[in-house]
Each structure stands twice: as C-alpha cells, then as structure tokens.
C-alpha cells in the first residue's frame, strides 16, 4: 500500500502527517520539530535551504530568503531570490518537497500522493496554484481540502459519537477562517463557513511593530524600504514579545541598529498587554464581521453553538481568545494543539480517501465558500445595462454540485457570446474577482433571445468547470480558462519541474548543522564586543568544517561552537533541535 500523506501548507510553518494504524501521526523534520517553517533561503553557492535554518537566514540575509510566499498564491507575482525569479507555488513546492522526504524518510518508503490543505476563502487560481506546487514536487494531489473542514475532521474523527453544532475559529499566519458545522452519528456536515485571506497573526505583529516604530517617529511602510534589516530584526522580536505577552503583563522590546544589530545598550520599548489590545482592536473588529456571516448565512445564533474551536497559532493571543469568549458568552476550546490539528484532518481525509476501515464509519460533507456567477447584462428601464453578477452557484451550497442556469443572446444575428466568470458577493461584477472566461462561438442567426445553457460544476476539491451549450446545436464548451499563470500546459509543468530539479538542495542530514551556523551568525550581534572575536573565530571554524564535507571535521568544529554559545550564556540545543529522527 503506497501513502497518502496529508499536509498543512502554512503561511507560517508547514507541517505533515501520517495515519498509522487506527490514528495521525505527525512527521518530524530533520530537527525532528513537527513544524516546518515555511521559508525557503538560497545560499551563496546556489543550495536551497527550506525550514529552520533558512528562518535562522532570513534574519541575517532578507534578501537571500522568501517567507509568506502563500499570501502570492494565484497570483502572476515573482518573488526575487538570490538572483533568480521564483513564483508562489515554486517555492511552496520547495517546502512540500521537504516535507515529502521527511515522510519517506519517516515510513522508509516513497511518498506518492498527498492531501493538501488551502485555507477555506482561497479562489480558483489560488487551489490551482496549490495543486500545481504538489505536482512540482512530485505529488500527485489527491484532494485539496479547506483548513477549517480539516480541522473539524480532527475533531470529528476524535468525537464521532456526539451530536453538536460547533464553530471552528481559525486564525493562521496569514489568513482567518470560520466554519461553523454539525456532527451526529459519525456525519459531518460543514454548514457554512466565511473568513478573509488576508487577516492573520502577521498583521498582529506588524500592529505591534508599527506602534514601536510610530513611537520613533517612524512608519512601518517607511521604515521597510529605508532600514530592512532593522526591520527584519525588529519582526522577529516582535514576533517574540506578541507570545511572551501571553505569560507576562509587560514586555520590553529592544530597538535594532540599521544593519539589524542588537547591542547590550539597546534602546527599549515598553509594550503593556493594553496597548498590544489596543492597537490590534482593529483587527479584531475585522475578526467579527466573517464569523457574523458565517452564523447568519448557517442560520444559527451565537448561543445555539455548543463548542468554539480555537485553531492556528494566532488563536493564542490573548486579545483574541477574550473577543471570542464575550462573542459566545462561552469558553474556546483548544483540545488539539491549534498548530496541528489541521495536519491531523488531512491525515484522516487522506485516510478516507484510501478507504482506511479505521474511518469507515465516517462521513463528510463540505460546502462552497463563496458564490460564483457569471457577468451579464440587465434590462433597466427599458436599457439594457451591463457589469451585473449572476450567481450560479450559491456560496455555502454543499459540494459537489453541478447547476445549471439559462441566458439568453442580446442582438439579433450575436455570433459570439462571452462568458466571463466572477467569484464574490456584490451585485456588480467590478467589484468581484474574475476567474476566468469562456467564449460561446458560431452562435446560428437568429433573433435575440437565443438560449444558452450555461453549467456550473464545483467539485470536492473546490475546483470549477464551466459548460456552456445551445438547445439546438450539439457544440459543447467548456472548462475555465484562469486569468492567471495557475494553470500550465504539460510542457510549461515539465519545464518548470525541470528547471527546479536544477536547484541543489542542502544534504537533509546536515540541516541542522546548518541551522546552527545560521543561529550562531545571527548571535554575533548580541554578545559582547569583547568576546565577539572569540565567537567569530568558532564560527568561521565551523563554517570551514561544513564545506570540507568531513564528518569528523564537522563533530569537533561543531562541539566546539557549542561550547563557546554555552559559555555565553546562549543554547546551543535552541539552533540544533532533537535530531532523533536521523
Ligand atoms: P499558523 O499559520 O497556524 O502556523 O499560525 C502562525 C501564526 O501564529 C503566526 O502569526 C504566529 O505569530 C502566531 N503564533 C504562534 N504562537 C503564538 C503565541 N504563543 N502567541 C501569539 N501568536 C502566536
């Protein structure tokens, strides 16, 4: 039997797993951490490194790494990197690649197939662009799943035998999702579900960066075209001052030097949990408005819910778990860890897939999350007016589903008719989000009113094919054609696969010393100015051992360098992990 692996393709850290037996596992990395970083960094000599250690890059060498890539999914955007132009689902496929060893690594056995999680709000082009990122990593992608059905299904599996309504609240690095749905009797049926893909725990952190910024006289936009590396520096520790918020009434925030240096005699900045809930109160105003809908359009008031699912690392601050609490006068839960239950369904999903009997007793269903339509003309007033949205298929209908509407020419003697195809909400195309087209040729002459049928069908992957035919001839058209670089052809798919398997990928085995040397630079800036020569000269050591390729080289270079952060009061063990995985 060949495995399917589920994996959570994060904005912030990526994560995979495995069912064995009658339960997900998760996979450990080459630091045998279950969560992967989803950075990927380039080095001087043209090695990829994903993880960790391209994390530990990123703050030295901005310009040499590429993070939150997914936020570009879908879109035409190249990310500059070490003189080389990647798209989104190219680095991401960087990242799956990663994970895909580690799980072959894990089983001793390759890895075909996998489930990949997408947030629930991301469209056509960015599912696509998912799917595609698989493929260049040699995936085949069995199913492309909603991270909050993800979730639920971690709770289903886990309760199969109750009978609830429960809301999942799901805030990730980069996007928020709500889903609100019902189990009874091992059925699982998403109600509805809403959110924004472009709210996440990195706009927290930017909120707390722009108020220590603003208390410099400086504007976060400003300040990131200006002094990049300060603010790179200044990212990280305010990523470190927003979790320790959580065990502490008050943080001090050290100010980095321009070249992103923090010296002992560092100005500080003190950040209360007040004025971290302040400044993100706009934030959560915008946490409110999707789970409204998300109730609203599951015809469920806030009281009839009877749990709320906290899931994605963000639900850990404190301003958000306090919104939800007064929103559903109740207590969140957080059984699972948040940063791993949604790994976990897509383990079960993909266990449902290959007919696993351990799940043989569930089911799921899930829904469409927003309305897709077409663009057509209205008669107003005797005019006939353009621009309008007619949906097709209702957001929150339950999938698969195939509808199929009518319309009709406008002219006499239209030879062509086209069909442009929108995802949204508003009533005016304009305001909506255009997924791609398709044209109606060789229309008869006639009179106008000619009738075409036009077929929506969205399947369990969330993915759209349009139809389009005439009553009176047998010309059929179909399929989507996506306004963006998503969908490629076989020969655009094996240039880009062969373009990527030119990349040399950092030796697995030696991330860690990698990830060690990387940690061990950004430390430089912190010791003292009197021990920096010493800490130096180690490192250099280390550096040299690694590019002699000789193991024993590498274990002295590398327990001295040990010895040296230890003696200065910094752990080692930070940088090099539990490697108990090999
Ligand atoms: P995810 O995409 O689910 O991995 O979520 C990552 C996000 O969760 C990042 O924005 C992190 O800053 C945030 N996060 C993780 N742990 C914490 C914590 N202890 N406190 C606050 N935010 C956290």
Redesign the pocket.
Known sequence: MSYIVGIDL????SLCAVFLGDAPRLVPNPLGKM?TPSVVGVLEDGQVLVGEAARELRVTQPERCASCFKRLMGSDSRVELAGRAFTAPELSSLVLKALKTDAEKFLGEEVPEAVITVPAYFNDTQRKATKMAGELAGLKVRRIINEPTAAALTYGFHDRDAEKKLIVVDL???TFDVTLMEVFEGTLEIISTSGESFL???D??NRLMAIILQKQGTQLEVAELQEPLRVARLRQLC?EA??KL?GEPEVQVKLPTADGTVPDDAKTVKITRDAFAKAVKPLLDRVAAPIGKALRDGRTEAAEVNDVILV???T??LPLQEFVREYFEQEPQALFN??EVVCLGAAVQAALIADNRAVDDMVMTDVCPFTLGVDSAKELGGQLRSGYFVPIIHRNTTIPVSKEEVFSTIRPNQEIVQLDVYQGENRKVENNLKIGDLQVTGVPPGPAGQEIYVRFTYDVNGILEVEAYMANTDKKFRTVVTQHAADLTDTELEEAVKNLQSLKYYPREDMANQNLLRFAERMVGEVSPFQREQFEAAIDMFEQALGSGDRQTVEDARDTLAQVLSMLGIDPEEALGDQSDG
């Open positions: 994060g904005t912030t850290n969560l990730g690095g980069g996440g725990g990195e927290f952190t990523e927003k979790r959580l994605g690392g963000a850990r601050m948040p940063d």
